[in-house]
């Protein structure tokens, strides 16, 4: 496992890779401090996942996760400080996977990459049968092969997850509850707001209007559903 740290306090670096190392031995932990750097690390590097802080000398976290997200599907954890302006959904919507806020446990930090981990090889049991095929959407199960019109798609492994447990059960609508427990384990309760922010995310990647969604269809209050319906 290759794991990159982009964050300039050399304290949560030696912290993070500790906390890496005791629970991955042989584990290979690569550090940036600033964001630029670490950009050219994660596309030099390949790593299985990323941890990135929020305040760096040069361009904030912030950036950094848009900008990984046009080259990169690496599961990205970001660390904020608590007390510190952070808007949630903001990362969430440029890309990252999970946060966590400083000061943070290994025993925490250990459990959100866990989550992110198993998440990130796509789920890889009961992936036979035949690809769905819904309209100009096909999602090929064997590959976890996303389609729009003929072109492929890139989707994050949370993604394709939420993509996944609607797609198993299409026209069904699928509550709140259940898609969160499906994409974040069980870990997270007042999760509705960053799974609109996902769904935004897919919708756009499906090319699916968020204004006027046919695809992946809301039942306000309850859940949402992959519609076979155009209209
Ligand atoms: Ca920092």
Not at 9 to 32: H, Y
Not at 34 to 63: N, R
Not at 86 to 93: A, I, N, T
Not at 200 to 216: E, V, W, Y
Request: with cysteine.
């Amino acid at each position: 496992m290759k794991v990159i740290i982009i964050e300039d306090d050399p304290e949560i670096v030696e912290a993070v890779s500790l906390c890496f190392d005791l629970r991955w031995p042989g584990v290979e932990i690569v550090s940036a401090n600033e964001g630029i750097a670490g950009l050219d690390l994660i596309e030099k590097e390949s790593p299985d996942i990323t941890i990135l802080d929020v305040g760096l000398p040069d361009i904030d976290g912030f950036e950094v996760c848009r900008r990984i997200r046009l080259f990169s599907d690496v599961p990205v954890i970001m660390l904020t400080v608590k007390y510190q302006e952070f808007d949630k959904v903001k990362g969430l919507e440029l890309g990252a996977d999970d946060y966590i806020t400083k000061p943070f446990s290994h025993v925490e930090l250990l459990a959100r990459v866990k989550a992110v981990l198993r998440r990130s090889p796509m789920p890889q049991l009961e992936e036979e049968g035949e690809p769905l095929i819904v309209n100009n959407l096909r999602i090929d199960y064997a590959c976890h092969e996303v389609r729009v019109d003929g072109a492929k798609v890139k989707l994050t492994p949370m993604e394709y997850r939420l993509l996944h447990s609607m797609a198993r059960n299409v026209g069904k609508v699928i509550p709140h509850s259940v898609l969160a427990e499906k994409v974040w384990g069980g870990n997270y309760v007042n999760s509705n707001d960053y799974l609109r922010v996902y769904i935004q995310r897919l919708r756009g990647k499906l090319r699916d209007d968020p204004q006027n969604s046919k695809l992946i269809v809301s039942e306000r209050g309850v859940g949402y559903k992959l519609s076979k319906q155009r209209d």
